[in-house]
């Protein structure tokens, strides 16, 4: 199963050896940050795609280890192997 966002900024705070805080928006305030440089459609299709995904959607698919020829990794094993991208 995927991480939740929260649990993922964790991993990474955990990455880089310090807290990453995470804040957690409304709709309505994801959609007027996005707008700021976003056109409104691409918020609303982004805003659809992302906005509150149902346990099916965060189900990781038995797919990945036949795509990737292996099983997958944690989250955050990524997140360690990236930890530069986020300094």
Same mark, same amino acid.
């Given at each position: 199963?995927?991480?939740?966002?929260?649990?993922?900024?964790?991993?990474?705070?955990?990455?880089?050896?310090?807290?990453?805080?995470?804040?957690?928006?409304?709709?309505?305030?994801?959609?007027?940050?996005? /707008?700021?440089?976003?056109?409104? @459609?691409? %918020?609303?299709?982004? $805003?659809?795609?992302?906005?509150? #995904?149902? &346990? /099916?959607?965060?189900?990781?698919? @038995?797919? %990945?280890?036949?795509? $990737?020829?292996?099983?997958?990794? #944690?989250? &955050?094993?990524?997140?360690?192997?990236?930890?530069?991208?986020?300094?």
């Amino acid at each position: 199963m995927q991480r939740p966002p929260r649990q993922q900024a964790e991993a990474i705070g955990v990455a880089l050896v310090e807290p990453v805080r995470f804040v957690e928006l409304t709709r309505e305030q994801a959609q007027a940050r996005m /707008a700021a440089f976003m056109p409104e @459609p691409i %918020v609303e299709t982004t $805003l659809a795609v992302l906005g509150e #995904p149902d &346990a /099916a959607e965060l189900r990781l698919s @038995p797919d %990945v280890d036949r795509v $990737l020829g292996r099983a997958p990794r #944690p989250f &955050a094993d990524w997140a360690r192997r990236n930890v530069e991208a986020f300094r």
